[in-house]
């Protein structure tokens, strides 16, 4: 979910279960070259949105307090406009995972497994280590302490934290769990060489053993397929299969399916979403904002919305995953010391920025330096690796 990914490699070439081409190969005939298409860089901008929307969630909208950074009060209180369109933010999650599909497939295509597996390695992991020393330190500074135990702490580097049973330092850090469990179930197909039609299996087999773990009665099924957003995933990826090759009937039908079994999922997550913000989240407005993802995103795809694609929308996909990472814990300790003296009507705008500004720094100095620096000591020498191709976007 970082700024750079490794980037699509030339067409697919010959049948549909032909292997996916190094990046050199030349192009299909009658399609363009890779470098004629254009990049999508309004993915970018989406996924800008999308992170913009959690931190709207999380500043306006979340109201599940032990002890409200607002002075006490509830953010339905301090925001009584605001409060409730902010409540329905935390679907900027689904379209960020809408897009990881699309960008992962993208990705994976033309790489071996290895190559994808230290592609994702050095985008996810050097501003989340930067993120998690930096709330660590608030957290510890701040009156009274923090109670994640230090054995939690130094869990939380691995990502893993979850699965380990030690608890989030900070609350974002839930989804890339979910990300992780989603790059391991693609690397299954990526290790057998990917193919048009080994990738359609994939999506049919994964929304069909998504239905089977929530039935199953047991942890173990939904910990390894992650029913509750494998359909926003699967979605990407049938989406970029047909920004790839083209749409197709079986394409289609897939997506359909997509959205029908990430509407079905709605119910549950909007409970959860209503105990956060003590407010009423109606299935038909969600399921209208989850409609509009998958429209954005497949019309990105197929390139009705080129007019959007400015280049200096890389700079907001640059900031999206740093700005996911810091928001939230860090975001309500100022708001917290800030309230007491300056309104939230100017609070939030300048707090915004300044997350902004600051996810832009991480991204220059941290991410982008210490991802190259892994990069090279994870190559092994003489290796060659993939040319990058026009189409980047944030993972």
Known sequence: MTAVIPD??????????????????????????????????????????????????????????????????????????????????????ELFFLISGFVICMSCWGRTPRQFAVS????????????????TTVLVLRPGGTDVPPTDMLTNVTMFQELLGARDIDGVYWSLWVELRFYL????????????????????????????ALQSGTDLLPLLIVPQYAAFFVGGIVIYLMHRVGPRP????????????????????????EDSTHETIYWTVSLAIVTVFYLLVLAAALGKLNFFNWRWLTVAGAMTYP????????????????????????????LVAAMLGAAWLVHKFV?????????????????????????????
């Open 8 to 93: 699509e490699p030339a067409a697919l070439e010959g049948s549909d279960s032909a292997p996916a081409t190094p990046a050199a190969a030349p192009p299909e005939a009658g399609r363009k070259p890779a470098a004629a298409r254009k990049r999508l860089y309004v993915l970018d901008g989406l996924r800008l949105v999308a992170a913009l929307m959690v931190v709207a969630y999380h500043y306006m909208g979340f109201d599940d307090w032990f002890e409200s950074p607002w002075q006490g009060r509830s953010t339905g209180d301090v925001f009584p406009t605001l409060h409730p369109a902010a409540a329905y933010g935390w679907l900027g999650v």
């Open 120 to 135: 994702r390695f050095i985008r996810l992991y050097p501003a989340y280590w930067f993120a998690i020393a930096a709330t």
């Open 323 to 350: 700005l996911y990472l810091l928001h939230e814990d860090i975001g309500w300790e100022v708001i917290r010391h800030a309230s007491p003296h300056v309104s939230g009507r100017v609070l939030i705008p300048v």
């Open 185 to 212: 179930l693609f690397m299954v197909v990526a290790m057998m060489g990917l193919t048009y039609r080994r990738v359609v299996a994939f999506c049919v087999i994964w929304l069909l053993l998504a239905g089977v």
């Open 367 to 395: 991410e982008r330096p210490l991802a190259k620096a892994l990069k090279n000591w994870l190559t092994p020498p003489g290796e060659k690796v993939p040319r990058p191709a026009p189409e980047r976007t944030p993972a």
């Open 250 to 273: 079986v394409l289609w039908l897939l997506l359909g399916t997509s959205w029908l079994m990430a509407q079905n999922q709605l119910p549950g997550l909007i409970d959860t979403a």
